[in-house]
């Protein structure tokens, strides 16, 4: 579906455009047809899915386009087509496509393009190798959109990406994916390389190994709730793609998100590492973690020494974390370096009273972070958290959103009302959570004179707005961009422009 245009202007006069409808044709699918009718949608068309249990392979080679994607979507979200595998090896179930690696995922988009899947359950994916999936995406596949989908009980929910591939996936389930008896470890999600975006999702219970195991380049988990995970919550591990001499580089962005570790993981001493794998050199690996929650077990000797950011640098690869503005509960260590090749910085962190904060600056201490009921899963803070209030300001990464709501009410999100608390939630935001269907409310923009200018202000949570303006209304072409910087800070975001006689007009514009 196409993103709607919001906009507002300084005099209050709010617009928003309906997306335009480009499907080309309607293909209605239910339990009694084959996987013919959605392997032929094409650029535009919508492939509307019937409740019902389905069991036929999906292999999807088409080409949407940005602005005209092949859409493929539940009739009813709330009565989700099931995709069931569990009674054979997927291989083994009809399907077009018939090479050796038919087996590797229920559904397979094999260089498609601009696939935008939803309201989906994908479940009961094992091939004889142990390594399908419930989908698949590879061969250079991009434009792949996942929203609502879930992913249970498969030997991997997602796997795919290749060095130019791009996935966005929003509010899905993944449960209980992985095969202990397989050789090599299995996920619930893993994602070989190219971009990969994680948001407003719900990770959980990995039965063999991490909850993600990312070999992207470019990598954004945020907003979502990871619990449990067997072996240890997930990793940037070097991307399958590379070879050569380089010089090569990945970076993953971990901000806003909850992580609850198991009671007995299998790897008991780190919760997030940068490990290069195939000691691949000339390759530069950076995380980013910032605005978490973290709760450890605080069972000492079997998790309560996790560090909650490892570099795994024994092979002398340069590495990099900023750790900052995150609650590190349950836990000893907040980060660990294997040697004094790698750099960790950060600040402002929330620690419990006598951990040793090590390279980390700034750190606030107390007895407990303060949670409401961290007993029924409510990780927000109460009055009188040490937390509040005490998030630093000037560090990059600002949260504009946070995960709504515990495991129970899961995979949506709201709009966090500022960025001054540490952790995943602030204090102050409140309303109810904002799902894979709703339509998000529009931002205010606001305007105050300042001497000889005029200051703009719009909220944090519409950073990635941009403003336009005009000097006349009612003609479509005539808006323009104003160029950034934007001042940012943890409430809003702000542009001084001069105050001139003439008149002009401002709207906020979602890219």
Known sequence: MNKHLRCLTVAIILSILPALSNF???????????????EAAQAGDEV???????????????????????????????NKPVWDFSASLVENAPGSYTAGDRGRGGWQVDGGANYHISGIVFTGCHTASRNSAGIRYY????????????????????????QESDVIVEFCEFDSNG?????????????????????YCYVHDSVQAENFHVRARNSTLEYNWFARAKNYEGDLMTDDDFSGLGPFSQSMLV?????????????????????????????????????????GNGISGNGGGAAFVHLANQNGTAMSAQVSNNIIFGTTQPTLMDTN????????????SGVNPGPLSGSVFSASPGFKNAAAGDFTLAAGSA???????SMPGWVIKEYFQNETIARKYRLRATAHD???????????????????????????????????????????????????????????????????????VSLTVPATFSSHFYRLREP
Not at 24 to 38: E, L
Not at 446 to 457: M, T
């Open 24 to 38: 080309a044709a309607v293909i209605n699918v239910t339990p009694s047809d084959s996987y013919a009718k959605i």
């Open 48 to 78: 509307v899915i019937a409740p019902g249990t389905y069991r036929f392979r999906v292999h999807l080679t088409a080409q949407g386009a940005s602005n005209n994607p092949i859409t493929i979507r539940a009739q009813d979200p709330a």
């Open 139 to 162: 061969n250079g596949a991009t434009g792949l959109r996942l929203k609502d989908c879930v992913f249970r009980g498969n030997d991997n929910g997602l796997t795919g990406g290749s």
């Open 179 to 199: 095969d202990p008896l397989a050789s090599s470890p299995t996920h619930n999600m893993y994602i070989y390389g190219g971009t990969f975006t994680l948001r």
């Open 255 to 295: 901000r806003g998100n909850v992580f609850l570790q198991s009671t007995n993981p299998g790897n008991h001493g780190q919760v997030l590492v940068i490990f290069n794998d195939t000691g691949l050199t000339n390759e530069n690996m950076s995380m980013q973690a910032m605005y978490n929650t973290y709760v």
């Open 341 to 352: 090749t790698g750099v960790i910085t950060g600040g402002n962190n929330w620690l419990a």
């Open 387 to 393: 937390a509040i209030g005490a998030a630093n300001a």
């Open 422 to 492: 540490i952790g995943a939630f602030e204090s102050t935001t409140s309303g109810t959570g904002i799902g894979p269907y709703d339509t998000p409310p529009a931002p205010n923009l606001k305007a105050a004179r300042s001497g000889n200018a005029l200051i703009l202000s719009w909220p944090l949570t519409a950073a990635d707005f941009v403003l336009d303006q005009t000097a006349t209304l009612g003609i479509s072409n005539s808006w323009a961009q104003v160029s950034p910087p934007y001042v940012t800070n943890p409430a809003d």
